[in-house]
């Protein structure tokens, strides 16, 4: 297990992961398994039904527990799509931290397509965090497509973080977050694009039951002749509040497009969307250059502190 | 010691040149406390952001300790030891306060009893604001103590502040202006301020009265306070018939 310098690189990029990690975890590599741990109340298993994956079951009651779930490439040339399942009992509260990151130095695209469906039981809280990241000097493509589908019965509540850092080629994102009565989703994306890269994020939160909360935080910074569109859609069908919020940084010769929409289908739902797509202002970077910052050193700190 | 000499400033209008700013020489020494005071729209600000670098000017040289800093940039006139508190300061979404106080004050270590003590400064409480965003979130009067704070964090040599009272509630004011008096008290600085405040004009070593792109008057705050207000009553026919029949 992480045994080179790369695998250690991704993985503490994509997972914070400085070596073994506590708790539970799941590290795949280059389509096998490097590595897996369960524990009392958290059981991974390879999945049965011929699908690549894994099924990862927490008991109920199950509280203060991490799982880490890292996916690794680092050859040229891999594709594929795996089907991650959580089965998550009663009143829980855990943090689950997955992430892709594909290193390829060769000509030929790596592509990692995520499939992760979340089942979250009565009154249970999960954290949820995804990095994606890639690296390597190879003309093949970085591609990442993940599909996260999630289900939050009475009362659950799911903080989702995801964030692609640097180097994917392209992504195609597609989350969809249904939720019951009283639950409530926290949606928080970070995305940076440069060269020319492209993005889509593809996103649906139901809000399903009375009381539901939907809350979605877009940010996203892109450089050079990148791409990137958004489709926040908030449904409320009950009850329910939802907000969702786009911010966008454009520059050089980036194209940005986000369409956010929101549909009641109850009276009682309420239901807010926000949308802005700008440059870096110039008051910004002349004040933090009467800091003493340069001005590329001034931008940076900008870009860091919007996507953090 | 700051020197300006025969700085001017000129836009393009149309075929021709508007002047903004003509042919200002003066000379701050240090620890001293100035107040750049006069009407709107008379050249304040713009002489401000001369020192500062923010606007370039179309003739005269500026020298700052010696050096003459006339073609350098911002940032390099800040790590001289200029800092500027701007009368409108941006907001940024995700820098937090802390951030800001730990850019302005250059140390990455920046403990959170130093941030109290130079939010205190400006009335507010380091628990409240240090994890806080500078973002639409914080209304105008907290951006702008904010503003002052990142000012006091820099401790540089030259403080420059534009209208700092502006937005600022009465409660906070009064604590403002001991701060500056403090700063002042202790000659750690050379303090530049564009205030309209009688109260802060009264702290000034050297009041300048600047009107239509020219030092109008230069003085004390006692020599030149009654004549601010006899320039203001000129330019009023109703104020000036009222105090004529006084």
Known sequence: MMENEIDRELLEKIADMLGKPVGAFNIRKDTGCDG????????????????????????????????????????????????????????????????????????????????????????????????????????????????????????????????????????????????????????????????????????????????????????????????????????????????????????????????????????????????????????????????????????????????? | MLELNHISYAVREGDGELGILNDISLVIDDHKLVVFTGPNGGGKTTLAKIIMGLVRPTAGRILWNGQDITDLGITERARLGISYGFQQPPRFKGLTVRDLLTLASGDQALSKDKCCQYLTRVGLCANDYLDREVDVSLSGGEVKRIEIASILARNSQLMIFDEPEAGIDLWSFARLTETFEQIHATGSATMIIISHQERIISLADEVIVVGDGAIRHRGSAAEILPQILSDTLGTCPVLTKEAKAQ
């Open chain 1, 36 to 308: 897996r741990q369960s524990t009392d109340h958290i059981h991974i298993d390879s999945r049965t039904d011929g699908h690549s994956g894994i099924d990862i079951r927490v008991d109920s009651g199950t509280v203060g527990e991490t799982c880490h779930i890292p996916a690794i490439i680092t050859k040229p040339g891999i594709q594929e799509t795996v089907y991650n399942d959580f089965y998550i009992g009663d009143d829980c509260d855990i943090t689950i931290v997955a992430g892709c990151g594909i290193h390829n130095c060769g000509e030929q695209a790596s592509q990692h397509d995520g499939v992760h469906t979340f089942h979250v039981g009565k009154r249970s809280h999960v954290r949820y965090t995804e990095k994606h990241y890639g690296s390597g000097d190879g003309k093949g493509g970085r591609i990442m497509n993940p599909q996260t589908v999630v289900y939050l019965d009475e009362g659950a509540t799911i903080q989702m973080d995801t964030s692609q850092i640097r180097g994917v080629d392209s992504t195609k994102r597609y989350t969809k977050i249904v939720c019951g009565k009283g639950a409530e989703a926290v949606v928080t994306e970070r995305l940076l694009t440069h060269g020319d890269q492209t993005a889509e994020s593809d996103m649906e939160i139901i809000l399903d039951g009375e009381d539901a909360k939907g809350r979605v935080i877009s940010r996203s910074v892109a450089q050079d002749d990148s791409s990137q569109v958004f489709y926040p859609r908030m449904v409320g069908n009950a009850q329910c509040f939802g907000h969702v919020q786009c911010d966008s940084i454009i520059m050089g010769q980036a194209r940005i497009k986000s369409i956010p929409a929101i549909t009641a289908n109850c009276t009682e739902a309420q239901l807010i969307h926000e949308a802005a797509i700008g440059k870096i202002a110039g008051d910004q970077l002349l004040k933090l250059e009467t800091l003493g910052l340069t001005e590329e050193e001034a931008e940076e700190c900008i870009l860091k502190g919007f996507l953090a």
